[in-house]
């Protein structure tokens, strides 16, 4: 799998999401939400962030599936930390061949 972000936006991760489910609700596109680190480390106190030394981890990072008509998903990762998001689509082996939802994703996520 390979990820490199195409989109950094000034605000947190949570707040990205709901925009981001809004923008693809609007476009007739599907969403189904597959991981939340918030979720995943719920059951953890006191996290230090490994990788920005804070007390307690602020970085986040969901995963969603993105479905049009043809039923194959593409796969975004929104991941934050603070006041930020980058937001990636990955590539695997089940995505369009064509690109076409991506450029989809792309061109909603980009005002393009």
């Known amino acids: 799998m390979n ?3 195409f989109l950094s936006i000034n605000r947190p991760c949570d707040e990205t999401l709901v925009w981001t489910k809004e ?5 007739g596109l599907r969403t189904v939400q597959t991981f939340d680190l918030h979720a995943a480390r719920a059951g ?6 490994p ?6 981890c602020d970085c986040q990072m969901v995963v969603v599936l993105v479905y ?4 194959t998903p593409e796969t975004l990762i929104l991941h934050g930390n603070g006041e930020r998001t980058w937001l990636s689509i990955t590539d695997t082996l089940v995505s369009d061949a064509t690109g076409s939802l991506v450029k ?5 996520l980009m005002g393009q």
Do not use: R, S, W, Y
């Not at 953890?44 to 962030?49: A, F, M, R, S, V």
């Not at 990788?51 to 307690?56: A, F, K, R, V």
């Not at 049009?68 to 039923?71: E, I, K, L, P, R």
């Open 3 to 5: 990820t490199h972000p």
């Open 23 to 27: 923008q693809f609700m609007q476009a």
């Open 44 to 49: 953890l106190h006191d996290c230090p962030c």
């Open 51 to 56: 990788n920005h030394g804070t007390d307690d």
């Open 68 to 71: 049009d008509d043809t039923g």
């Open 104 to 108: 989809v994703i792309k061109e909603l």
